[in-house]
């Protein structure tokens, strides 16, 4: 005699092609019919990150289409630079190329951003931030995305955020550009090394967090120490994938705060070029 239970009289019958549920409502899945389980305000950092970005998002816009108020010698702003348009107002020694003739007669900065900005959108943990924050997708952990399929970024347009890696390499030369920037910003009107302001402090503290969010990237970190089957053979490549990979670990914070940082730097600027505000020097 059979004992026990007939596996065949308990086993639903398969559903028709696309008629069976799926993700958190997958016949796998407990039957729970509140949305999550969540009784904390778990709202509250998507929302948070959203606003941040968000206000980042006007005040770069307003700045990059405003064409002006970018140079105050010896500081250039870090959203113009290096400015590669005719209509860029002269730099004593900043990296200002001609190489847009004079049919480009917008914001000079709308030439440069888009290497920054791409850099930014594709990286892996602000892909993390607004996804959350704008698209909740999914908006927190342990609750659900509001969106029946899920296709991750393996169609167009999320499938771009692969050309990452190549966004890096322009942010490094961007960088560099901005670290000759912020040596210049030590020479006074004249052309005479030994000036110091405090714009000369704040481009500093700008271009040293933009390196170390830079520098922080995963890509950097596996081009760095990727593809090594023994690190022992490579010591040095070990060693800097070693340093790496501690910025890595800090790579939010560094995220926002050379997010801040670059914006603070542009509104100084924009504040001595304007009139607005005296550059205070301290030699």
């Known amino acids: 005699m059979a004992t026990g239970t007939d596996p065949q009289a308990t086993t639903p019958a398969p559903a028709g092609r696309g008629t069976a549920p799926h993700g958190v409502n997958g016949a796998s899945r407990a039957a729970i019919p509140a949305r999550h389980l969540r009784s904390d305000r778990w709202w509250l950092s998507p929302a948070i990150t959203a606003a941040g970005l968000f206000a980042f998002v006007v005040y770069s816009t307003w700045r990059a289409f405003a064409g002006d108020d970018y140079y105050a010698e010896p500081y250039v702003s870090p959203f113009y630079s290096p400015c590669v348009a005719q209509n860029c107002v002269p730099m004593k020694g ?3 190329w001609e190489i847009f003739g004079a049919w480009w007669g917008l914001s000079p900065a709308l ?35 509001p969106r029946a399929k899920y296709t991750g970024e393996t ?6 955020q692969n050309i990452h890696r190549y966004f890096f390499y322009f942010a490094v030369i961007v960088a560099g550009i901005l670290t000759y920037d912020t040596v210049l910003a030590f020479r006074d009107e004249h052309g005479r090394w030994g000036h110091m302001g405090l714009g000369t402090l704040v481009l500093l503290a700008n271009i040293a967090l933009i390196w170390a969010y830079t520098l922080s990237c995963h890509s950097c970190r596996h081009i760095v120490g990727g593809r090594l089957k023994h690190f ?17 670990a800090r790579h939010m914070q560094l995220a926002w705060a050379s997010l801040i940082s670059v914006a603070v730097a542009d509104f100084y600027v924009y504040l001595v070029a304007s009139g607005a505000f005296d550059d205070p020097r301290f030699f």
């Open 155 to 160: 169609r167009f347009p999320l499938i771009l």
């Open 111 to 145: 030439l440069i951003l888009i290497f920054p900005l791409g850099f930014r959108l594709t990286c892996y943990y602000y892909r993390k931030a607004y996804y959350r924050g704008f698209w909740a997708s999914p908006p927190a952990c342990a609750v659900a995305e």
């Open 232 to 248: 022992s053979q490579h010591p040095v490549r070990y060693r800097f994938w070693g340093w790496v990979s501690g910025l890595n």
């Open 94 to 96: 900043g990296a200002n």
